[in-house]
């Protein structure tokens, strides 16, 4: 992720992903997401390779590095089948995503991810947050009752102290998704710097018209595998048409996706 006055590495917010427990957050930058991001560029720089396949997959991202142990010894790992949902009088989700639009946009060899400057917020549990970036994965990771659905947006989403909160956003096969072609339109060839985006693309045209969702606790779906991430996947997907699809497979050229985790007895509600 690109921050003013931060020299720029190649990373995001989706590799590493979390920033590391040791490292003082808020001494960083003076928004919570801005630190977080900033702390992930500082841990990237020292991270080990991972990949999505081979040696470096999923199977083996906990003994790659000492950070990424909790990817195998952790218990409430995402993604996860969701299946068996109590239904609970669940406060509705208070998205404001309309206020601001994509600011850069990048490859990083792992996602086609679109960066925000503040000003689209999520209300959850009696407090605020920042929308930080929004990144896709094809095929989705998590799945709804069995089925896998081909895409699947991930909003990453922090509060002042630097928790997360993920809203994810199913895909389809169906007729073209209009605000998908925009962003597609400057989708980067290869991996690289964060680029700026030039198109107008608000990240409430990618919400489905019902908010109903499941909620569970889980965690990054990439290494570190940091856990205590809030995860709420909304019940309906959305559509794109299979030439969208494909041409983000294509670009990506590997599933992006890690398999499905146990759920060790957590509980999913709706």
Same mark, same amino acid.
């Given at each position: 992720?690109?921050?003013?006055?931060?020299?720029?590495?190649?990373? *995001?917010?989706?590799?590493?992903?979390?920033?590391? #427990?040791?490292?003082?957050? #808020?001494?960083?930058? @003076?928004?919570?997401?801005?630190?977080?991001? =900033?702390?992930?560029?500082?841990?990237?720089?020292? !991270?080990?390779? %991972?990949?999505?396949?081979?040696?470096?997959?999923?199977?083996? %991202?906990?003994?790659?590095?000492? *950070?990424? /142990?909790?990817?195998?010894?952790?218990?409430?790992?995402? @993604?996860?089948?969701?299946?068996?949902?109590?239904?609970?009088? /669940?406060?509705?989700?208070?998205?404001?995503y309309q206020d601001a639009p994509g600011k850069t946009i990048v490859n990083n060899g792992h996602t086609i991810q679109i960066d925000f400057d503040k000003g689209n917020t999520l209300t959850l549990d009696?407090?605020?947050?920042?929308?930080?970036?929004?990144? &896709?994965?094809?095929?989705?990771?998590?799945?709804?009752?069995? #089925?896998?659905?081909?895409?699947? !947006? +991930?909003?990453?989403?922090? *509060?002042?102290?630097?928790?997360?909160?993920?809203?994810?956003?199913?895909?389809?096969?169906?007729?073209?998704?209009?605000?998908?072609?925009?962003? %597609?339109?400057?989708?980067? =060839?290869?991996?690289?710097?964060?680029?700026?985006?030039?198109?107008?693309?608000?990240? /409430?045209?990618?919400?489905?018209?019902?908010?109903?969702?499941?909620?569970?606790?889980? /965690?990054?779906?990439?290494?570190?595998?940091?856990?205590?991430?809030? %995860?709420?996947?909304?019940?309906? @997907?959305? +559509?794109?048409? @299979?030439?969208?699809?494909?041409? &983000?497979? $294509?670009?990506?050229?590997?599933?992006?996706?890690?398999?499905? $985790?146990?759920?060790?007895?957590?509980?999913?509600? #709706?």
């Amino acid at each position: 992720m690109y921050i003013p006055g931060v020299q720029h590495l190649a990373c *995001d917010f989706h590799v590493p992903f979390l920033y590391r #427990k040791e490292l003082t957050v #808020k001494k960083l930058l @003076p928004t919570a997401a801005a630190a977080v991001a =900033a702390t992930l560029c500082l841990a990237a720089a020292h !991270a080990a390779q %991972w990949s999505y396949q081979g040696v470096n997959g999923p199977k083996h %991202w906990g003994t790659l590095s000492q *950070d990424y /142990s909790v990817c195998e010894r952790g218990q409430n790992q995402s @993604p996860i089948n969701i299946q068996g949902a109590l239904k609970t009088a /669940s406060t509705p989700l208070t998205l404001h995503y309309q206020d601001a639009p994509g600011k850069t946009i990048v490859n990083n060899g792992h996602t086609i991810q679109i960066d925000f400057d503040k000003g689209n917020t999520l209300t959850l549990d009696g407090h605020q947050f920042d929308l930080v970036q929004v990144h &896709f994965h094809a095929p989705a990771e998590n799945e709804i009752n069995g #089925k896998r659905y081909p895409l699947e !947006a +991930h909003f990453v989403n922090a *509060d002042a102290q630097g928790k997360l909160a993920v809203v994810a956003v199913m895909f389809q096969a169906g007729s073209p998704n209009a605000s998908l072609a925009r962003i %597609w339109s400057q989708m980067p =060839a290869s991996p690289g710097p964060a680029a700026p985006l030039p198109v107008k693309s608000l990240p /409430s045209s990618l919400l489905p018209a019902s908010l109903s969702y499941y909620r569970y606790s889980g /965690s990054l779906t990439t290494p570190p595998c940091s856990e205590g991430v809030r %995860w709420l996947v909304l019940q309906s @997907p959305v +559509h794109a048409s @299979p030439t969208q699809i494909r041409a &983000f497979e $294509q670009r990506m050229g590997q599933a992006t996706n890690r398999p499905v $985790q146990p759920l060790n007895g957590r509980v999913i509600v #709706k």
